[in-house]
């Protein structure tokens, strides 16, 4: 059985995730309104990966007796600048979720809950891998100083990624 303040922490943090993936498929619309589709498929993929980071602590919450609630999602930004801008918001985005993770971490520790600080590794594991994938990107954009046929190669590039669900590891 969850108690009632680890059920309250999962719960923020399943909204922080749908904020998340809320916040790349604006990016994925502001890709496609750009006509960068690789960029907007990336963006489309990482949307899934999100969900993906929801259910799992969905799935989770249901198992341990626990009750899942859902609270609104904040409003996300629609425009950028440029790619970089972008990458820029995903790669600090990424860290702030680190971040959010790490303090769970924390008070699953001082609950004494060791479920819950198992599940968390996953996601601690996890956000290694986001925070590279999104800085590798951005170094890419910084190295094209705005070159627009190497902008379209990376486009390519990015077409390619496909979803796979990695929670279920
Ligand atoms: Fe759920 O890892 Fe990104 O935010």
Known sequence: MLNKKIEKELNDQINAEYWSAYFYLSMAAYFESENLPGFANWMRIQYQEEISHVMKFFDYINE???????????AVKAEWNDPIEAFED???????????????VNI????????TYNILQWYVAEQVEEEAAADSILQQLKMLEGNKHGLLMLDRELKQRTFTDETAK
Not at 66 to 74: A, E, F, H, M
Not at 108 to 113: A, L, M, T
């Open 64 to 74: 341990r007796g626990g009750r899942v609630i859902l609270k609104p999602i904040d």
């Open 108 to 115: 699953s520790f001082e609950e004494k809950d060791h479920a």
């Open 90 to 104: 995903t790669y600090k985005h990424e860290q702030k979720v680190t971040e959010l993770i790490n303090n769970l």
